[in-house]
């Protein structure tokens, strides 16, 4: 009578070593195509042709996990720890594109949002960095689904004056450690600009962000413009920057402390000239 092999002995299935080795291939994948992203090394349709490649490779490892489960319980084969590497790295690597499909589902397809649909802040310093054409707003189309997805988003209104205003978003903007790529103070009858381009947390894609701000009889009035560099669809992050910096803002400026007028110099008057003695 034959022996049964003992535990270590049994072989191990085919199916788990190639979703552990997938997995582990998708990560690396993946991790690459975030450097070429992040530095710039290709253009961004190769650097996202390899995230999608790495998708692909993660969910054929998912795939073969749940098969080798099935032949592990029913052949009673090695390599349970393999399937289950190749099911965790795969769906970790899934899980992030999966939330932003589901994102994409819910909210319309733009990808520039501003607090002036009427007239948006230009992109003049930016514009050289951005592909042509994409620097201008894309129109009614795009400010109605706007309105229609993000009501909220509305100029600033604050009752400081225009430098200060100006002052506390630059500081907000470098805090952030966006990259500014213009920076005008505002004067007694001219606007005061930033321009800056923000990444996003995970791959590091470029947005740009215009920020006006323009002295009125209230105080100043911000306004933000925020329009992803590439793509049809920004599943929701302009308007989440736009919102968030205005936010920011509007406290920072309503807990900054009030301007001190500066003394009144006293008025130096010529001491008057001494009349002559008469004897």
Request: hydrophobic letters at 50%; a positive charge; aromatic letters at 8%.
């Amino acid at each position: 009578m034959a022996r049964r092999p003992s535990f270590g002995a049994e072989p191990k299935s085919q199916l788990a070593a190639w979703s552990g080795r997938l997995a582990l291939f998708a990560l690396a994948v993946a991790a690459l195509s975030i450097v070429i992203v992040r530095s710039g090394l290709l253009e961004i349709v190769p650097a996202l042709a390899t995230f999608a490649a790495a998708l692909v490779f993660a969910a054929l490892a998912v795939l073969l996990s749940f098969l080798a489960f099935i032949v592990i319980w029913r052949q009673g084969l090695s390599g349970l720890g393999s399937a289950v590497l190749g099911l965790f790295l795969g769906a970790l690597l899934l899980v992030y594109p999966g939330y932003l499909g589901y994102r994409a589902s819910k909210l319309p397809s733009i990808h520039d949002i501003t607090t002036d649909s009427g007239n948006p802040p230009r992109f003049e310093a930016l514009a050289r960095q951005r592909p042509p054409g994409s620097s201008d707003y894309p129109g009614v189309a795009v400010a109605r689904a706007q309105s229609a997805a993000y009501p909220e988003i509305a100029p600033l209104q604050v009752a400081a004056p225009a430098k200060a205003a100006y002052d506390v978003t630059l500081a907000l903007v470098t805090k952030r450690k966006w990259i500014v790529a213009a920076a005008r103070a505002p004067e007694l009858r001219r606007e005061g600009v930033i321009e800056a381009t923000a990444r996003t947390p995970i791959m590091g894609f470029r947005d740009d962000v215009v920020i006006r701000v323009s002295p009125n009889a209230q105080g100043a009035r911000v306004d933000v413009r925020s329009a992803s560099r590439y793509g049809l669809h920004d599943f929701g992050a302009n308007a989440a920057r736009v919102r968030a910096l205005l936010e920011e803002i509007d406290d920072a400026v309503g807990s900054a402390p009030e301007p001190r007028p500066e003394p009144e110099k006293p008025d130096k008057k010529t001491p008057p000239k001494r009349q002559p003695i008469k004897r």
